[in-house]
């Protein structure tokens, strides 16, 4: 207790008798706590204002984050299936990059697909083999945005690589369907 008021409450109830005044600290009116601490019924409105001001910018600067984010990841240009399935019937020479977990990447994936599991940050021993001259095109079964081999394209421009393009949405799934080459490991 503090000079007659409960100093715990948010709003510094005055304290009655039975609360502790009778032991010599003054008893407080909500009028003269109000005058002292200054929040007064407009002040508390201010407050509550202010405070949904900061949440609508906080709010915007997260999505502005996400934004920017996104931007980074749709960085690398797409290819469909019929384009790489084209490129491969030609022989042309690409390496395809499956970034799916290695117990998926075993059930079935893109025939000459190397297994390249997406972590947050890939590590240069993992890429270093990697030809620097040909095509790279990554892939996942992440759905529009393909979010995780779009994270790996991303990793691979700042390791250096600037040919890496993301196979476009079905990906695996419209390779599948369409019944292109699959092999297991």
Known sequence: MVHGYASMSVFFRPLTTDQGAHMGAPLLT???VRRLTGLTPCNRR???INIKRRSWVVTLFLVLIAA???AAQSKAPRISIQELKAMMDKKTPVTIIDVQPKNIYAE????GAISLPASKKIALEDVWSL???QLIVTYCDCGPGEADSADVA?????FGYD???VLGDPSIRGWKKAGYPLEKK
């Not at 079935?108 to 025939?111: A, R, S, V």
């Open 108 to 111: 079935g994936h893109i025939k």
């Open 131 to 133: 030809p620097s001259d």
């Open 68 to 70: 920017v984010y996104a």
């Open 30 to 32: 909500t009028a003269a």
């Open 163 to 165: 040919n890496v393009k």
């Open 154 to 158: 991303a990793q691979l421009f700042q």
């Open 46 to 48: 201010r407050i509550m």
